[in-house]
């Protein structure tokens, strides 16, 4: 079994949903409310765990009610929690998401325990990242977090993979060791990725976009399109991998989905266009029901509809 590090938030969510977002200053009814486990690090480990990976998940609770809400969950999924440590008089992290009918999602963040991940952390923790075959970050840890774990990780040897979400100022040296460096349209052309693209642009525009940075500003990039899929670039080629048609429910979490499917085929060895293929099944199976993790597949599932998800 592929081993792998996931240094990462955990928030606890509480989603209300609703026929459309309200306007500024207008105050609407929810259809529903539920208060689930989310934080990218937390799903991203999570469904890398479900796809078969070894996950060591590093991160930081809180001493209140909503760490219980997250540790009866890592329980549930039987998601490895010797990294995972309570920080004293903090609360956990949370966010606020609304979702409305099309599926479409905003969110709010209050990092709590999260801002306690610090470049220490990242030391205490050089001998599992040596250890691993693949290690996973994301932006919504502190930038220094970010540059140290990129730091340590080539250092050691061990390949590093960067969910820049949200786009957060991280040193160019830092982004440089993505081996791939993760982004959805918005954050690609925060990089300077496609900065004169369309969202809707064909996905073999994006696909050149991501081609013609790689050795540049990453290693390699995947750029995820949505319902469109994703594509893929690295030294050896460039790819778009079209999504399965499928109907969207709710879109939250989906990404995290296709970020730890696509790290646990990458630390078991798989070339990134297969990896690909694996991360916008998993995607799409997401987008299917409610809530992050509870929505996301396991291992056969998400491989099985891999098998029917062309390469162009």
């Not at 205490?124 to 730091?151: C, H, K, S, Y």
């Not at 959805?184 to 996905?203: Q, S």
């Not at 790689?214 to 995820?224: E, F, H, I, K, M």
């Not at 599932?301 to 390469?311: D, K, M, S």
Request: proline share 3%; glycine share 10%.
């Amino acid at each position: 079994m592929s081993r792998l590090v996931v240094l990462g938030s955990v928030n606890v969510d509480a989603t209300s949903y609703v026929d459309a977002f309200p306007g500024p200053g207008e105050t609407i009814h929810s259809r529903d409310h539920r208060v689930a486990l989310g934080g990218k690090g937390a799903n991203q480990a999570i469904a890398a765990h479900l796809c078969g990976a070894d996950v060591e998940f590093v991160a930081r609770l809180g001493d209140d009610a909503a760490a219980d809400v997250a540790r009866s969950a890592f329980a549930r999924f039987g998601l490895a929690t010797e990294a995972v440590a309570t920080v004293a008089g903090t609360p956990t992290g949370v966010a606020q998401i609304t979702v409305a009918a099309s599926g479409e999602n905003t969110i709010v963040v209050t990092a709590g325990a999260n801002a306690a991940i610090d470049t220490v952390v990242v030391a205490a923790e050089r001998d599992r990242i040596a250890a691993a075959d693949l290690a996973l970050t994301q932006g919504e840890l502190p930038v220094a977090v970010i540059e140290a774990f990129a730091d340590a990780c080539d250092e050691v040897g061990t390949r590093f993979v960067l969910n820049l979400a949200p786009p957060v100022a991280v040193a160019a040296g830092a982004v440089a060791i993505a081996d791939p460096l993760v982004v959805n349209v918005h954050e690609a052309r925060a990089v300077g990725i496609g900065a004169d693209l369309a969202d809707d642009a064909p996905a073999a525009a994006w696909r050149d976009a991501a081609a013609s940075v790689v050795g540049d500003l990453a290693r390699s990039v995947v750029v995820t399109l949505g319902a469109r899929g994703a594509v893929a670039a690295d030294a050896d080629g460039a790819w778009a991998v079209a999504a399965p048609e499928v109907d969207a429910v709710d879109t939250t979490g989906a990404g995290d989905a296709a970020t730890g499917a696509l790290a646990a085929m990458l630390a078991e060895g798989r070339a990134l266009p297969d990896a690909v293929r694996v991360a916008v099944a998993a995607g799409a199976i997401a987008v299917r029901s409610r809530g992050t993790v509870d929505s996301y597949a396991g291992r056969a599932a998400v491989l099985a509809l891999a098998e029917r998800t062309g390469l162009a």
